[in-house]
């Protein structure tokens, strides 16, 4: 099975990959992750992102894309990848599709973490002090924020119009979200 968890930065995405990567030995393939790794090792790749993952911003559709071709072999093995802050454009969308389908695959469920902005901005500001993460503070979130908006909510009516998208209230405690999300898995994992 392969699934996206879709959502707003601080959604929860991350938290609820690595329940399900415990819980289903999926493959968890953030390219947050993936990115900050390369920034972290000081490589070539690192020192190009770095600038634009700190202000926020979005890195370009093909260093992204390349990141998670790389993976999806790995991932096929475990039994399935949980796309976790990918795709962000529909661009990147489209490419996961054909990727997805040249390997005869496809991704099988979207589920929407639903927060709304303000709880999103309360949620953050606790992570500012804590993460160590350069783009957690109150000005590169708000870029974050728009970026989400303005080029990954976009998505929604993509995968709408695939008959994959499951929306889940996000705004409930870590655990609540996870019964939530285990429900939306029932009719999947027949
Ligand atoms: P995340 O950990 O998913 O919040 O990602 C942290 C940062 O990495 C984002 O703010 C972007 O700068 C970059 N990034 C992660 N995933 C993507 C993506 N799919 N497309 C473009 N930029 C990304």
Known sequence: MNLILFGPPAAGKGTQAKRLVDGRGMVQLSTGDMLRAAVASGSALGKRVEGIMAEGGLVSDDIVIALIEERLTEAENAGGAIFD???????????LDAMLKGRG???????????????????IAGRFAESGRPDDNPESFKVRLTAYNDQTAPLLPYYEGQKKLTEVDGMGSIEVVAQAIDRALEPVDR
């Open 85 to 95: 802050g990918f795709p962000r454009t529909l661009a990147q969308a489209e490419a």
């Open 105 to 123: 695959s496809r991704i099988d469920m979207v589920i929407r973490l639903k927060v709304d902005d303000a709880a999103l901005t309360d949620r």
